[in-house]
């Protein structure tokens, strides 16, 4: 096998760890896993690739846009979610508080 397709092997394996990590809140993890994204695909960049690498390239690279547009959405409907309970604790806490001093 060559390095062209171990790193094309790895791309794929990133793309479900990196699912993985936001359906389960990993988000150092999923910051790690961003970063060695990025550097395999530095490394793919430098190859020189053949024709026919080049088509598995770019039609992993659209996979990837694709996947992060998906992810983007997930990630932003979480950080909504997150914005809603971190709120509602907000004002459960102050309920509490004033009941408290009553």
Same mark, same amino acid.
């Given at each position: 096998? %060559?390095?062209?397709? &171990?790193? =094309? ?8 760890? $990196?699912?993985?990590?936001?359906? !389960? ?18 490394? @793919? ?9 080049? $088509?598995?390239? $770019? *039609?992993?690279?659209?996979? =990837?846009?694709?996947? &992060?547009? #998906?992810?983007? *959405? %997930?990630? %932003? ?5 997150? #914005?809603?309970?971190?709120? %509602? @604790?907000? #004002?459960?806490?102050?309920? $509490?508080?004033?009941?408290? !001093? &009553?």
């Amino acid at each position: 096998m %060559s390095l062209f397709d &171990d790193l =094309i092997l790895r791309l794929e394996s990133l793309q479900g760890e $990196i699912v993985y990590a936001i359906e !389960t809140d990993d988000w150092d993890g999923l910051n790690r896993l961003l970063v060695e994204r990025q550097e395999t695909l530095e490394q @793919l960049c430098a190859l020189p690739l053949q024709s026919g690498e080049k $088509i598995k390239f $770019i *039609n992993m690279m659209v996979l =990837i846009q694709d996947a &992060d547009k #998906h992810f983007v *959405n %997930s990630v %932003s409907e979480r950080k909504q979610a997150l #914005h809603r309970e971190a709120l %509602s @604790l907000l #004002h459960d806490r102050k309920a $509490i508080k004033a009941y408290q !001093t &009553d």
